[in-house]
């Protein structure tokens, strides 16, 4: 019995080896074009971690290594408001017949981040709408920078740029402050790469959002508040959630370096959400670059304003002004500006300007917005049956233009 066991034993050992063997032999011949060299298995496929851990990992290290230098931004603005005539009191004799102007005092708030600091003094970067407002609202009285540390230290502007909505704070005295945020180059974002934004949202200190990047190149009105406001090109385009008082705040990537500093979103009126935008590092390298070179300056939007507002000439419009042609009706006329000064008036309509036919409105805002301020205009319009030759001296188009007088539906003051 024992010697038939063993030999049944020996022939499945054998079969075993002849098995193997035979698998072995199949193998080199049916899977070496998928194997690696020498027929070694292939290495896997699946994305490399990134360096130091895991996305989640990266992300909180940047946080932490950025949120230090992020402070918030509390303004104290200074104006004057106008108190509408009470209806009632008018029917009985009472009260004023003219708005009553009451002075009053506002507060606001944005985000920041140091830029540069040598000795007790640093510069801090923020959005340029948030140190100063409209005109028409008032004058800011009071700039308090708060660090994350707690410390509240008083600021004052050092240089603006209305136009590219940049402006430099700086604090004097303070020893403590941070160090600045490493810039990188926005030109090697890529599409689909994480956005970190942080800053104050409704003063709601060292709040962070994450996104990615979802755009480059983007053009977008920021408002006022009260219909006026300006558009900027060129802005990133993000999915990290930005809200009032993020303004001003850094967009940093995954390493901890600025991409972009916080400036808006898109309207939720019109449904958008999701839809924030900033201003690309390295408009802010160039730009804030030449502000801290300049102390003192306040650079405006170089764009070229006549103040009339323009429409395109439809068949309706050529009926209304007996007009048979093209051309860009003026449909109103901003007291006081160029455009008034040089006496063009609502019905007018501008046939050519500086020797070129213009015929949709678009066309004429371009040439007037690419005018440099101070240069002259020259345009052939028609009046009521009667071509005149008008020459306007192209002004600075205002950061709060639809402020000063809000023009019709759809249009816009250039």
Known sequence: MNSRLLGT?????????????????????????VAGP?????????????????????IISAVRRVEPSVVALNVTVNGQQVVPVDPFSQFFGGGQNAPQIQRFRAQASGSGFVYSRSGSSGL???NAHVVNPPRNVGTVSKIEVLFPNGDRVPGHVYSTNVGADLALVKVDGYNKVPPPVEIADSNKLQQGQWAIAIGEPFE??????LGIVSGFNRTEPIGNGEGGGMEFKGLLQ?????NPGNSGGPLIDIEGRLIGVNQSVASPQAGAQGIGFAIPSNTVRTQVGLLQRNPGMHQGTNVGFIGAGLVTVTPDIANQLSYHGK?????QVVSGSAADQAGLQP????????????TTSDQLRQIIQGKRPGTTLNLDVWTAGVKRLVSIKVEERPADVGAMQQPPQGQEQP
């Open 327 to 331: 051309g860009v009706a003026v449909q």
């Open 347 to 358: 019905g007018d309509v501008i046939q050519r300007a500086d020797g070129r036919d213009v």
């Open 9 to 33: 034993a020996i022939v499945g050992l054998a079969g075993a080896i002849v098995g193997s063997f035979s698998m072995m032999l199949y193998a080199s011949t049916h899977f070496a074009g």
């Open 204 to 209: 709601l200190q060292k709040t962070v959002t």
């Open 38 to 58: 020498n027929n070694q298995p292939p290495p896997l496929s699946a994305a490399p971690l990134a360096s130091g851990g895991s996305d989640q990992d990266r």
């Open 124 to 126: 801090i970067v923020t």
């Open 238 to 242: 993000t999915s990290a959630p930005i």
